[in-house]
């Protein structure tokens, strides 16, 4: 899909807008895990996530290649379309980006806030999602797709970042939406010349990315149930089926449950929000805790947006006594 200069080259596009995001090992967490931890924090871009990077590059290509471009569209659950807003308007190029009823109040305001029209259609991102297609067709708009080369060169670069601080990682633990992100982090591991571990992780109540590696084909769901609306898609890219199924070593399937506590543990070990889906990868590793002693454990917090309303829902004090670790 790239090369290393390629991917050095995004990393210097990306790099104009997103300082490199910090990558800290917590003391609280490796207590946790009883293992070595590092947290690479995705949280900390302008966007408060790691898709920031892919809009970027996508919009450098375009801007380069077809300058005439009347405006994009695409739809979303929230970080790509806060991404493209905010690497259009660095652009001035008008965005329109559609999001299913009942989505997060707080992504939709932010992606408001970084100029883009923002129209609500469906009950999920996919129906969401093929509304987007008709108008840029009816329209003449540039469509953006949840999943494309640039995107993932561009969501590659926090993977360089990690890889070249960290390159004895064991275990990378990375979260599994529309797949861009792990499909960074398996192309730049390769790229390294590295041998770390890519498990994929997504939530029992959308486990199409998790069936579709296992039957090593694009399996689809009827649903996409979970609270971690990054994580909820029903329909694979068989692109990113194609490369995960290469290069992962597993998909990791975990509760709502096991993530509300992985979001919990966040907070009171980092002291840093992470959204559901920003916290699955944390739900995987606790989940996997007796297989990881011994390792140095890698994990994606790629995202922080989550409503303070759902947060504590699903965060609630009654809960954080239950979650902490025992002390010697």
Known sequence: MFDLKELERAHGIVGKAVPPTPAHAWPLLAERLGTRVIVKHENHTPTSAFKVRGGLVYLDRLKRERPNTPGIISATRGNHGQSLAFAAGRHGLPVTIYVPHGNSAEQNRAIRGFGAELVEHGEDFQAAREEAYRRAETNGLEIVPAFHPDLVLGVATYA?????????????????????????????????????????VQSTEAPSFA???????????????????GVATRIPDADAVAIICKGASRVVQVTDDEIASAMRAYWTDTHNLAEGAGAVALAAALQEKKKLQGKRVGLVLSGGNIDFDRFRRWVGPDAVAADQPAMA
Do not use: M
């Not at 064991?170 to 590295?194: K, M």
């Not at 694009?218 to 609270?227: A, E, F, G, H, I």
């Open 160 to 200: 360089l970042e990690l890889l070249r601080r960290a390159p004895d990682l064991d275990v990378l633990y990375v979260p599994i939406g529309q797949g861009s992100g792990i499909c960074g982090c398996i192309l730049a591991r390769d790229l390294l010349g590295l041998k770390t571990e890519i498990i994929g």
């Open 211 to 229: 069936l579709s590696f296992a039957a090593g084909a694009v399996v689809t769901t009827k649903t996409s149930n979970t609270r971690a609306d």
